[in-house]
């Protein structure tokens, strides 16, 4: 049983590598390219997210929310979110109402307060899923251009892009320089208790120092790339009107756009009219 | 017509007190294939930096004297206009990448300089660099040859006359790295580019520049044509620079006399033919080394397999039930074409990575149930890339680090030992980052032999290094023979192998496809083909010469082939 246990941990541990989370944001920004979400124009999925984003702020209909939540779990499941998107959504959304259920029940509360609870989280769920389809089912460069079409300035959907570009490199950097940590350092034992414990007091230590080394290595790194932007023109494009009706041209609504939009409108009054039946 | 004119020019980096670029006249004819050579730091890169205009408009400093670029004054032209000109290829290419997939990147300058038709400028720069077929991949999905003839795709879209290119190939193994000069020579024959390189492998050199241009600090020494400029054999060692092996080896002969003096030095296999074809192999092979007998199984694989996971689709399998033995006191050249899985297979043996299946064990013991620090005493790797090693603020920091969180009572003076031996006493407090390619290179092997560890295992060791810091590393592996007794190193290098190695295992796919001495390797054309090493040129020569030969290093050469 024990052993069972720690192969589990193991492999969790394994699991949850820099390697593995480099993956996981290589595969939520470009891994799903080629679904339904994806293929949509970008401007009307910023249309659709302000409604799913903002409206179920304002509304307490527990038939709504329900089905506006059913909506985007369907869009979440077609945008092919990526696993570790989705768990830490889960993570975030019901550590959060799950820590008040218990809280409430700790304080003499009972079962009558699940209601109240269940709208709060069905509003923070559907919230996050649209931001989650939105924001992870369209690659960083369509919704960059999504956003410079409403008057984003250029810089800001460049920065997006870039960020994308940027993060496996300095996840990369990262674990780079934890691998020189693990190789080179002498870790306390971690058979006991207190050995845990320490071990990891050292590993926030170790990643605290490794803030150093990553610094500068991307710093060095970014020196290039900063010289090789001047080359390439992007302070020319970012002042010049011409690219950026050049970059926009590439952007057209199709009939599924349409489609898209017209099913979820559909859906929404179909959830509101059943929502003043009960 | 002249594509470049320098007139007296002078330039220093902005707080720096001595010139770096001193007094530089220069023509770069219209339709020139140039290399540029010279020692680390004779101001090679920033003399190119000045042709694309960098300096003087984004790196300030002192900017004395004229540069024009197809007829226009750098100083009177800005960046971009430049950049349509002049298109910049830099060392460290993969970080000039800004695009997501093939197609943005080789179109993004284009598309940020307003061209209308950016797309198709784009697939034509692709198509021109050989990547035709490509444009919808991602840029992660590239090994290193293609990610290089990206970038170069990237500059060629903007249609500039000038092409420069800083140590195209470095990092590459031969079969990618002839790529790449195929496709520079059909842009500068079929669309008249002009072509500079900084390029110290001068095999290259002889086989596809017109003209070299020696620079000595700061200075322009002269610029010949090639065959001419690769007959001044000493004043290029003098710099470091070492000439194609053949010319190397008629140059010794002709000083012992065994060679007509005053008759051009040949520069390449061909020309070789020629030169030498009054000599014969008098001596029969160079005697083997001498089976030494089995020892202990330091390193050993049973039936390991690794994949990764890949961004899209299945996992990407690397090995698949791969079984090697590497024993006590063996020398190893790990070598296969990038990707072959060289690098992988190191870290699995100091157990940064994990087989999915099977078993790795250090000295029969599996890896798995050792403790890390048993293991970092018996196992160490250098890693190809000396800055992924800096972890602290100073060489010393980071030389004793090792020593010191593992209480080794005897630390301060056992790293004052290894400053002392590796010459690096002046620079012990300095970042480890901001030394020279060759001073970093030293650091990290300090590092890596700090804890005196059985089993060394070094990753590209002499990758992007010349040729005299080359030597140096070669001397320090020779000189740590008393700490280390079995050394793996991997490797494109082929003069580093036939030098040092003593068992070769040539990896394919992630399966070992050859293993053996150098005599059992090089002597099988079939290998060489299907793997695309490429063996020394002294030894293609050789065989050229009698196919029966087998010399490896130039003395060999020089010593085999007598007046017949």
């Given at each position: ?278 | ?221 002269w610029l010949l044509p090639t065959g001419e400029a690769l ?114 297979l190191m870290k699995l043996m100091v157990g940064l990575l ?211």
């Amino acid at each position: 049983m024990e052993h069972m246990m720690s192969k589990l941990s193991e492999s969790i541990l394994d699991k949850f590598s820099m390697d593995f989370l480099r993956s996981q944001v290589l595969k939520n920004a470009y891994g799903n390219d080629d679904t339904v979400i994806a293929a949509l124009d970008p401007r009307i999925l910023i249309v659709w997210y302000l409604f799913f984003g903002v409206v179920p702020w304002f509304v307490n209909d527990l038939s709504f929310l329900l089905g506006c939540f059913l909506l985007v779990m369907v869009t979440t499941l077609l945008a092919h979110v990526a696993g570790l998107v989705l768990f830490l959504f889960a993570l975030g959304v019901f550590s959060q109402t799950g820590y008040l259920f218990l809280a409430t029940l700790l304080f003499g509360g009972d079962a009558s307060a699940i209601p109240p609870l269940l709208v709060l989280t069905l509003k923070v769920a559907t919230i996050s899923l649209a931001s989650v389809t939105v924001f992870s089912g369209l690659d960083p460069d369509r919704l960059s251009n999504g956003l410079m079409w409403y008057g984003c300035p250029e810089r800001l959907s460049f920065s997006i892009c870039y960020a994308y570009r940027m993060l496996p490199m300095l996840m990369e950097e990262f674990q780079n320089v934890l691998l020189s940590y693990r190789l080179r350092g002498n870790p306390p034992a971690h058979d006991t208790l207190w050995g845990k414990v320490r071990y990891l007091i050292y590993q926030v230590k170790i990643i605290m120092e490794s803030f150093y080394p990553l610094m500068l290595n991307t710093a060095k790194r970014s020196r290039t790339t900063v010289e090789a932007l001047e080359l390439r023109g992007y302070r020319y494009a970012a002042v010049n009107k011409t690219v950026k009706k050049i970059k926009l041209s590439a952007l057209k609504v199709s009939y599924n756009d349409l489609l898209f939009l017209a099913l979820s409108a559909l859906w929404v009054a179909l959830c509101i009219f059943c929502s003043t039946l009960f | 017509m002249n594509a470049v004119e320098i007139n007296g020019l002078t330039y220093s980096y902005p707080g720096a007190a001595l010139p770096t670029l001193t007094d530089i006249s220069l023509r770069i004819e219209k339709g020139d294939f140039l290399a540029v050579v010279g020692n680390n730091g004779c101001g090679k890169s920033t003399l190119c930096k000045v042709l694309n205009g960098l300096i003087p408009h984004f790196i300030t400093g002192e900017f004395q004297g004229e540069v024009r670029v197809g007829g226009a004054s750098t100083l009177d032209s800005d960046v971009g206009t430049l950049a349509q000109k002049v298109g910049y290829v830099y060392q460290d290419f993969e970080n000039q990448i800004v695009r997501p997939t093939v197609l943005d990147d080789a179109s993004y300058a284009c598309l940020n300089y307003a061209f209308p038709d950016y797309l198709e400028r784009g697939k034509k720069a692709l198509c021109q660099c050989g990547l035709e077929g490509r444009e919808e991949e991602y840029i992660w999905q590239l090994s290193g040859g293609q990610t290089h003839l990206l970038a170069l795709a990237g500059a060629v879209s903007l249609s500039p006359d000038v092409l420069i290119l800083d140590e195209p190939i470095a990092q590459l193994d031969p079969m990618h790295a002839d790529r790449i000069y195929e496709v520079l020579r059909e842009l500068n024959q079929k669309h008249g580019k002009t072509i500079v390189v900084i390029e110290h492998h001068t095999e290259y050199i002889a086989d596809y520049c017109r003209h070299v241009l020696l620079m000595k600090d700061g200075q322009v020494q002269w610029l010949l044509p090639t065959g001419e400029a690769l007959q001044h054999v000493a004043e290029l060692e003098a710099c470091n620079i070492f000439p194609p092996q053949v010319t190397q080896a008629a140059y010794r002969l002709q000083k012992e006399g065994k060679l007509p003096s005053g008759a051009p030095l040949p520069t390449t296999v061909e020309e070789g033919r020629a030169a030498f074809s009054a000599l014969r192999c008098r001596l029969g092979a160079a005697p083997a080394p001498a089976p030494r007998p089995a020892g202990q199984r330091a390193v050993s694989f049973q039936d390991v397999s690794l994949s990764y996971r890949s961004v899209k689709g299945e996992p990407r399998t690397i090995f698949d039930g791969l079984n090697l033995d590497i024993r006590k006191g063996e020398k190893v050249a790990l070598i296969g074409s990038n990707g072959a899985g060289k690098s992988t297979l190191m870290k699995l043996m100091v157990g940064l990575l994990r087989p999915q299946s099977g078993t790795i064990s250090l000295f029969d013991e599996p890896i798995g149930a050792k403790k890390a620090e048993d293991l970092s005493r018996q196992i160490s790797l250098v890693y190809q890339n000396p800055e992924e090693m800096f972890i602290k603020d100073s060489i010393r920091a980071d030389i004793s680090y090792a020593m010191q969180v593992r209480g080794l009572p005897d630390w301060q003076a056992r790293t004052d030992a290894l400053l002392e031996r590796f010459q690096l006493i002046k620079l012990q407090d300095r970042d480890g980052r901001l030394m020279s390619g060759g001073q970093m290179r030293r650091a990290s092997l300090a590092i890596g032999v700090a804890l005196e560890p059985g089993i060394l295992l070094l990753d590209e060791p002499t990758a992007n290094l010349d040729i005299a810091t080359r030597r140096e590393i070669v001397g320090v592996l020779e000189d740590m023979k008393d700490i280390i007794q079995t050394a793996v190193i991997a490797t494109h290098d082929m003069q580093l192998v036939c030098q040092w190695a003593e068992r070769i295992i040539v990896l394919r796919g992630g399966r070992v496809v050859a293993d053996g001495t150098r005599d059992e390797i090089f002597a099988r054309q079939d290998l060489v083909d299907l793997v695309g090493i490429r063996p020394p040129e002294i030894f293609s020569m050789a065989r050229a010469l009698d196919p029966q030969a087998l010399c490896y290093t130039v003395e060999e050469f020089t010593n085999c082939f007598q007046e017949a």
